[in-house]
């Protein structure tokens, strides 16, 4: 039976995942081991979460394929044969296929429902679940697995409803997009435009890249991996592995422990050029204090922006993509092939609509402050997403008393650990704000959350326990803890969606935890250690 077909073959499960990604995947094959019922609802028609919809052309992973990948099974990270040191989307998207397969996920995914509602019910300590379908799924548990940037910012343009061409967003592009010979705008220079964009000049007749703030771009050296390399980190994976668990980064591309401030210019530029021949986030680990220290990142900064100068033929054009009034690294780094280089093609325009903002859409194209008109046949949205929070909230999700998470985060999102929320018993967001997810390797992180979570299932049943749920105590003082953590920074000077700039009306909260993925690890353990005297199991609340 097609996955369209197959309904909801139960109403009443123990855990419901919602979403098929990298996360809900996991928790599914590890609840299910544990002898939980499991359904997942995925809103998509296929497994891999934002590599079933990120599918612009030149989508592509920007952390190294052999880490970037799951570790749960040593004879999955065996088998599986990575082509490229970065994974096309096509490559990440067989990888999740084959996953679904090897370990015959298919039949307790439902595929084409999006999870709509989400109640508590406070007399039987469960989750009433409705979906766009109308099905009302009654679960124990619930585990939003819905990713961390996969609720889509879509900017509404004045006039909009009038433009004659196709308009698509690059986090859920339709495979039936047409390029070839066309006017094409691309409005958004973050990762996704950096990316599209150089895949869309070979395509496109003409092309406008609408760019309001340039962001720093590090040259991703991608090549084929050689057999010898991946002989031997599969050959060292676990103790790879567990390095990355313990690292500050996720990674185990080392820092290099100097200041860039305690050598000379020499040695720095040839440190410098020896991160950026090595291509990708490496650069950041140059030195010590390029994340932290103002003066050491402006060194940084201002190596790469010579890169950018060298790299385009007009100047105008250069000093444009040069980025300004944000140190680097404070907003995502950009990882790219050929990015810069692509507005020497003279079919190829840079438009600077920081100086002439979009005033809106006519019946051909883009118009501009200063009266311009870009005439369009395709505009691509590369506006990026309403970040960590968006997939949680676009959901109606009630718990006591009927307050909405939305409500609850009105002011800021606030979780323990970024996995729970007060008030919210036995919800699970996984990879959620206040988690150091996003400034990692995502693998990483949802395995961790994964695991953590069957932990605690483990644990109740054991205690007989019915629901869980984070004391505020434990909540507030995490939240402080997130809050220091990036005042050690320099993350918080940039507008970014890190700290919700990028949607507007989000309240100004610097969201993950910026504390060190090793560190993060061992808050977690510790909480285990002591018992979870940070969580209040209903037991507890009867004694009360
Ligand atoms: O989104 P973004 P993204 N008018 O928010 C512009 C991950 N990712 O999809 O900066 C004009 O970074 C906006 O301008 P500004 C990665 O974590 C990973 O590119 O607000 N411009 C900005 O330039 C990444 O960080 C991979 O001034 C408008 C852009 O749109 C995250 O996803 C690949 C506008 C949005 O940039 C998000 O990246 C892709 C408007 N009205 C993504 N509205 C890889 O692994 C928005 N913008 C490779």
Same mark, same amino acid.
């Given at each position: ?10 109403? !009443? ?12 995947? =996991? ?9 939980? #019922? ?11 979460? $934002? ?17 970037? #990948? ?15 040191? =970065?994974?096309?989307?096509? /490559? ?75 308009? !698509? ?21 973050? #990762? ?27 040259? @991703? ?27 500050? $980064?996720? #990674? ?55 890169? *950018? ?23 995502? *780094?950009?990882?790219? $092939?050929? =990015? %810069? @280089?692509?507005?020497?093609?003279? %079919? ?9 903002? *979009?005033?809106?859409?006519? /019946? ?9 008109? %870009? ?113 050690? $920074?320099?993350?918080?000077? @940039? ?32 909480? !285990?250690?002591?018992? =979870? ?12």
């Amino acid at each position: 039976m097609g996955d369209e077909a197959r309904g909801l073959s139960e109403d !009443v499960v123990d855990v419901l995942v919602v979403g098929a990604g990298f996360g809900g995947m =996991y928790a599914l094959h590890k609840l299910r081991g544990l002898g939980f #019922s499991v359904r997942v609802l995925e809103r998509g028609h296929g497994v891999g979460g $934002t590599w079933y919809w990120n599918r612009y052309p030149g989508a592509r992973c920007d952390i190294e394929s052999l880490e970037y #990948s799951y570790s749960f099974s040593a004879e999955l990270q065996q088998d599986w044969g990575w082509t490229q040191r =970065y994974p096309t989307q096509p /490559e990440m998207r067989a990888y999740a296929e084959h996953v679904a397969d090897r370990f015959d996920l298919r039949p307790h995914i439902t595929f084409g429902v999006a999870v709509t509602t989400a109640a508590y019910d406070e007399d039987d300590g469960c989750w009433r679940v409705g979906t766009d379908a109308g099905d009302l799924i009654t679960a124990r548990f619930l585990v939003l697995a819905t990713g961390v940037l996969s609720a889509a910012s879509v900017p509404q343009f004045p006039g909009q409803e009038r433009f004659r061409g196709r308009i !698509v967003h690059t986090g859920s592009w339709p495979e039936d997009t047409e390029v070839d010979g066309l006017r094409v705008g691309v409005v958004g220079t973050g #990762s996704s435009g950096i990316q599209v964009v150089p895949h869309l000049a070979e395509r496109a007749g003409h092309l406008s890249v609408f760019q309001r703030t340039a962001n720093y771009s590090i040259s @991703a050296a991608n090549q084929p991996l050689a057999p010898e390399y991946v002989r031997d980190v599969k050959a060292r994976y676990p103790e790879l592995r567990e390095q990355a668990r313990r690292s500050f $980064t996720g #990674s185990t591309v080392p820092i290099n422990r100097q200041s860039a401030l305690a050598v000379d210019q020499e040695e720095r530029d040839r440190r410098f050029e020896e991160r950026w021949a090595l291509g990708g986030f490496a650069f950041l680990g140059s030195f010590d204090d390029v994340t932290r220290d103002p003066e050491a990142n402006r060194l940084a900064a201002r190596f790469v922006e010579d890169k *950018i100068r060298a790299a385009v033929d007009d100047p105008t054009t250069a000093e444009l993509l040069v980025p300004t009034g944000h140190p680097i690294g404070s907003r995502r *780094i950009c990882v790219d $092939t050929g =990015y %810069h @280089a692509t507005f020497n093609l003279p %079919h190829v325009r840079l438009v600077d609509v920081r100086r002439a903002p *979009i005033t809106g859409l006519t /019946e051909a194209g883009l118009r501009t402050a200063d009266g311009e008109e %870009h005439p369009l046949h395709l505009l691509v949205l590369a506006t990026g997403f309403d970040a960590m929070t968006g997939s949680f909230v676009r959901i109606d999700v009630r718990g006591r008393g009927g307050v909405t998470l939305r409500e609850k985060w009105a002011d800021g999102a606030r979780t323990y650990l970024g996995l729970q929320t007060a008030g919210f018993p036995n919800l699970f967001t996984l990879t959620g704000p206040g988690s150091p997810a996003v400034l990692c390797n995502m693998f990483l992180a949802l395995e961790q959350h994964v695991d953590w979570v069957a932990d605690l299932l483990v644990e109740m049943r054991e205690r007989g326990a019915r629901t869980v749920e984070p004391t505020v105590d434990a909540e507030q003082d995490w939240s402080e803890q997130v809050a220091r953590a990036a005042e050690r $920074t320099l993350y918080p000077q @940039a507008d970014s969606w890190y700290v919700g700039a990028n949607v507007p009306g989000k309240p100004r909260v610097f969201l993950p935890y910026a504390g060190g993925v090793g560190k993060y690890r061992r808050i977690c353990e510790q909480v !285990v250690v002591d018992g =979870y005297r940070t969580f209040v199991f209903d037991a507890d609340l009867t004694v009360v």
